[in-house]
């Protein structure tokens, strides 16, 4: 007997361009892995988009046949939103397109792009944007929970470049975004994540930088972390817009950067990026790069390309990975204990701790601007344990580290970057705004997806 309902595979290969790839295709299990390895589920179709008119089209049928969708871009949420049980996942890893206007100076940019094709591009006309700290990260997820990296202190934020986004919404509309089509979608989809539709394509503003910056590592071992971390406090606090500096607390990798005598052994990093005249650099840099006694000192004149792509390797596809993420004020004596006790704690060579410093030109947007809160905060510390697949046993272990961490800087917290929750998205994501900020996304919500089709997110839900 012949069913007379279409698989979704049936149903959406009469209108789709790009692939299919159900559970009997060859491709399917590395089709469903993201980046977290810690994330396996099993969708019943991912639908590879090739275009807007293929994101559409799986949205409706998504929706005709009552299936659950997640929405992938690069693949890189902790909490792996972007696949699915038994759903749909519309995966726009092919749409990695881009197109720079250097006369205009924008980049426009395909909604499963990565970091890294975005500063390809644009370095090659010496323009960039603000992108994350690593360059296999999706901007889309990435921008639409606000972006911050490298840049952030002279150029701001990723969404503060954003110019406009086209976007297919709930009910298969394909709209634009921007300060003068629906402003009102433009401000929430400048922090409010992936909750109002599937965004088919960003243009972003670029800036002239580089193509050789002032940048690199400097290390120390752990006993200065306190040393390290007070400096940290007050040397940014003061600094050009365009010094940016990241602190990272790990066990040093056996890798020929550190000298022997510190492999395994905690130390603190600082990541620091120098996004302007080179000579001035180097005189902003002098009381950093004299402080203690470093283990490591890498920083010179270097690509910027090859800068983002710096920390790539710490943090690979396939690791199992749990975090959880306060931000923060001035790292306060009480503060820095904590981070330094816990450091002592740690639980696996691979596990890290970034302490993101921001201020600068991202702090001088207001708030209500764009969905992105608490601009005047100081600092972000996401708290990243991490360990191989054939360890799953000891994940118990892992994440315990991480929350007991988490919890002792519990009563120093300004919240959370929705970008850096995790399974706590769930419960935290009012956290991830102010309550005028709040009101507003779920008064859009309402408007824009008042099913709340697009929940694997950090979900706003409709008023
Ligand atoms: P995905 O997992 O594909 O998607 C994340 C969310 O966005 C999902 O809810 C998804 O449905 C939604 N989404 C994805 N694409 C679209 C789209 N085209 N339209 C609508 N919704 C979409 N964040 C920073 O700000 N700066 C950093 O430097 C930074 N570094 C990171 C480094 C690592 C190693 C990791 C794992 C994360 C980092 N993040 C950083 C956090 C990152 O911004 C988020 O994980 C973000 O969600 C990643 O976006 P993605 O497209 O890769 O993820």
């Given at each position: 007997?012949?069913?007379?309902?279409?698989?979704?595979?049936?149903?959406?290969?009469?209108?789709?361009?790009?692939?299919?790839?159900?559970?009997?295709?060859?491709?399917?299990?590395?089709?469903?892995?993201?980046?977290?390895?810690?994330?396996?589920?099993?969708?019943?179709?991912?639908?590879?988009?090739?275009?807007?008119?293929?994101?559409?089209?799986?949205?409706?049928?998504?929706?005709?046949?009552?299936?659950?969708?997640?929405?992938?871009?690069?693949?890189?949420?902790?909490?792996?939103?972007?696949?699915?049980?038994?759903?749909?996942?519309?995966?726009?890893?092919?749409?990695?397109?881009?197109?720079?206007?250097?006369?205009?100076?924008?980049?426009?940019?395909?909604?499963?792009?990565?970091?890294?094709?975005?500063?390809?591009?644009?370095?090659?006309?010496?323009?960039?944007?603000?992108?994350?700290?690593?360059?296999?990260?999706?901007?889309?997820?990435?921008?639409?929970?606000?972006?911050?990296?490298?840049?952030?202190?002279?150029?701001?934020?990723?969404?503060?470049?954003?110019?406009?986004?086209?976007?297919?919404?709930?009910?298969?509309?394909?709209?634009?975004?921007?300060?003068?089509?629906?402003?009102?979608?433009?401000?929430?989809?400048?922090?409010?994540?992936?909750?109002?539709?599937?965004?088919?394509?960003?243009?972003?503003?670029?800036?002239?930088?580089?193509?050789?910056?002032?940048?690199?590592?400097?290390?120390?071992?752990?006993?200065?972390?306190p040393?390290?971390l007070a400096?940290l406090r007050d040397?940014?606090a003061?600094?050009?817009?365009?010094?940016?500096?990241?602190?990272?607390?790990?066990?040093?990798?056996?890798?020929?950067?550190?000298?022997?005598?510190?492999?395994?052994?905690?130390?603190?990093?600082?990541?620091?990026?120098?996004?302007?005249?080179?000579?001035?650099?180097?005189?902003?840099?002098?009381?950093?790069?004299?402080?203690?006694?470093?283990?490591?000192?890498?920083?010179?004149?270097?690509?910027?390309?090859?800068?983002?792509?710096?920390?790539?390797?710490?943090?690979?596809?396939?690791?199992?990975?749990?975090?959880?993420?306060h931000?923060l004020g001035p790292l306060t004596d009480e503060v820095i204990s904590v981070i330094c006790?816990?450091?002592?704690?740690?639980?696996?060579?691979?596990?890290?701790?970034?302490i993101?410093?921001?201020?600068?030109?991202?702090?001088?947007?207001?708030?209500?601007?764009?969905?992105?809160?608490?601009?005047?905060a100081s600092h972000?510390i996401?708290?990243?344990?991490?360990?191989?697949?054939?360890?799953?046993?000891?994940?118990?272990?892992?994440?315990?580290?991480?929350?007991?961490?988490?919890?002792e800087l519990?009563p120093h917290s300004r919240?959370?970057?929705?970008?850096?929750?995790?399974?706590?998205?769930?419960?935290?994501?009012?956290?991830?705004?102010?309550?005028?900020?709040?009101?507003?996304?779920?008064?859009?919500?309402?408007?824009?997806?008042?099913?709340?089709?697009?929940?694997?997110?950090?979900?706003?839900?409709?008023?």
């Amino acid at each position: 007997m012949s069913t007379l309902v279409a698989s979704p595979t049936e149903a959406l290969a009469a209108d789709f361009a790009g692939e299919l790839i159900d559970r009997d295709h060859p491709s399917y299990d590395a089709a469903r892995q993201v980046w977290n390895g810690d994330i396996q589920r099993r969708p019943v179709l991912i639908a590879r988009c090739r275009g807007a008119a293929d994101v559409a089209a799986a949205v409706r049928i998504a929706r005709q046949q009552g299936l659950p969708a997640s929405v992938r871009g690069g693949g890189h949420a902790v909490a792996g939103h972007a696949v699915i049980d038994d759903g749909l996942v519309v995966d726009l890893s092919a749409m990695s397109g881009t197109r720079v206007d250097p006369a205009a100076r924008t980049i426009q940019v395909e909604g499963g792009c990565l970091n890294a094709d975005v500063d390809r591009e644009s370095q090659a006309f010496g323009l960039a944007v603000t992108g994350g700290f690593v360059s296999h990260t999706g901007v889309a997820g990435l921008t639409l929970g606000g972006g911050i990296g490298h840049l952030m202190r002279k150029f701001g934020l990723a969404i503060d470049a954003l110019r406009s986004c086209d976007i297919v919404t709930a009910d298969g509309e394909r709209l634009t975004a921007s300060a003068d089509e629906n402003p009102d979608l433009f401000w929430g989809l400048r922090g409010g994540g992936g909750n109002f539709g599937v965004v088919t394509s960003f243009t972003f503003d670029l800036q002239p930088l580089g193509p050789s910056i002032l940048a690199g590592l400097i290390a120390w071992p752990a006993d200065q972390a306190p040393t390290v971390l007070a400096f940290l406090r007050d040397f940014i606090a003061d600094a050009p817009d365009e010094l940016g500096l990241m602190a990272n607390l790990r066990l040093a990798p056996p890798l020929p950067v550190f000298p022997e005598s510190v492999h395994g052994k905690p130390i603190i990093g600082m990541v620091v990026t120098w996004a302007g005249a080179i000579e001035e650099g180097e005189e902003v840099l002098r009381p950093l790069r004299a402080l203690g006694t470093p283990v490591v000192d890498s920083v010179t004149t270097k690509a910027y390309t090859a800068h983002q792509k710096m920390l790539d390797p710490a943090v690979p596809h396939g690791r199992h990975y749990y975090w959880k993420s306060h931000r923060l004020g001035p790292l306060t004596d009480e503060v820095i204990s904590v981070i330094c006790a816990n450091l002592e704690k740690i639980s696996s060579p691979m596990s890290s701790v970034p302490i993101f410093s921001f201020g600068g030109a991202m702090a001088r947007v207001p708030d209500d601007a764009t969905a992105f809160p608490h601009r005047d905060a100081s600092h972000d510390i996401n708290i990243v344990a991490s360990w191989l697949p054939e360890q799953a046993g000891e994940a118990d272990r892992h994440r315990a580290w991480v929350r007991g961490f988490f919890d002792e800087l519990a009563p120093h917290s300004r919240g959370v970057y929705v970008n850096f929750t995790s399974d706590d998205a769930h419960h935290r994501v009012r956290e991830a705004y102010s309550p005028a900020q709040w009101t507003r996304l779920t008064a859009l919500k309402a408007a824009y997806d008042p099913t709340n089709f697009f929940n694997q997110n950090a979900n706003i839900p409709p008023q």
